[in-house]
């Protein structure tokens, strides 16, 4: 009767590991796709600002999104990349945006005589990047070098200007921030960190938009930072 346990328990065993290696070993998929989720954050550098424009505090941006792969080699390692995503950006600078009773929107320097808390222009955007992609990845390894580039042309979902001050705030809706901007995006990295720049080639606001002083508001943003990819 022992003899017969034993073997049993034996048998048992046999199969048990024979479901675990069914399990837990996969052959290597030769026709994987690297879809991935992306996360970023950037510091943003205004290009082009108005004379005597300068930049205070920290402006960042922080964007989102979801990348369809598709490769077009047989190792598949060489493909475009297509995606939708979402971004905030935030301008800290000196520039005074007002608004008047009639809707209109002017511009200058915030006057050496008044004391402010801080100045920023925020932007939304849903995104939609284009992009040609590099890797050294293999269907069973997970960790590698990649470089990708492309376009990315970006939806305004909203745009303000703020002004804080001890003694007011004043916030309104800016309709001279361009609807549709594009630009033009770079980053390389191994595994999850990777460095990323991004050259806005479109002006952040409409043709035809001055200071108060004369200057065209011919200004874009470039961005550099880092962008996570998680599968």
Not at 14 to 23: F, G, M, N, P, T
Not at 68 to 83: Q, S
Not at 142 to 169: C, H, M, P, Q
């Amino acid at each position: 009767m022992k003899r017969i346990v034993f073997l049993f328990l034996l048998f048992l065993n046999s199969i048990i590991w024979a479901q675990q290696d069914s399990l837990f070993v996969v052959e290597p998929d030769d026709k994987y796709v690297e879809d991935q989720f992306y996360f970023g954050i950037n510091y943003n550098l205004l290009v082009s600002a108005p004379d005597n424009a300068s930049q205070s505090s920290f402006s960042y941006g922080i964007m989102g999104g979801f990348i369809k792969d598709i490769p077009i080699n047989k190792r598949r390692n060489i493909g475009f990349g297509v995606g939708v995503g979402l971004s905030f950006n935030a301008i800290y600078s000196d520039l005074l945006a007002t608004q008047a009773e009639n809707g209109s929107i002017s511009y200058q320097i915030v006057p050496d005589d008044i004391s402010y808390n801080r100045n920023n222009l925020t932007m939304n955007f849903v995104e939609f990047p284009i992009e040609f992609r590099w890797r050294s990845s293999k269907a069973d390894d997970y960790r590698f070098w990649r470089i990708y580039s492309g376009i990315k042309l970006s939806y305004l979902i909203s745009g303000n200007s703020k002004f804080v001050a001890d003694t007011e705030t004043i916030k309104f809706s800016n309709k001279d921030i361009r609807d549709m901007q594009y630009g033009v995006y770079f980053s390389f990295g191994y595994n999850t960190w990777n460095f990323y720049a991004q050259y806005d080639l479109s002006n952040i606001f409409e043709d035809n938009t001055y200071t108060i002083d004369g200057d065209l508001m011919d200004t874009q943003i470039f961005k550099a930072g880092l962008i996570f990819y998680i599968l």
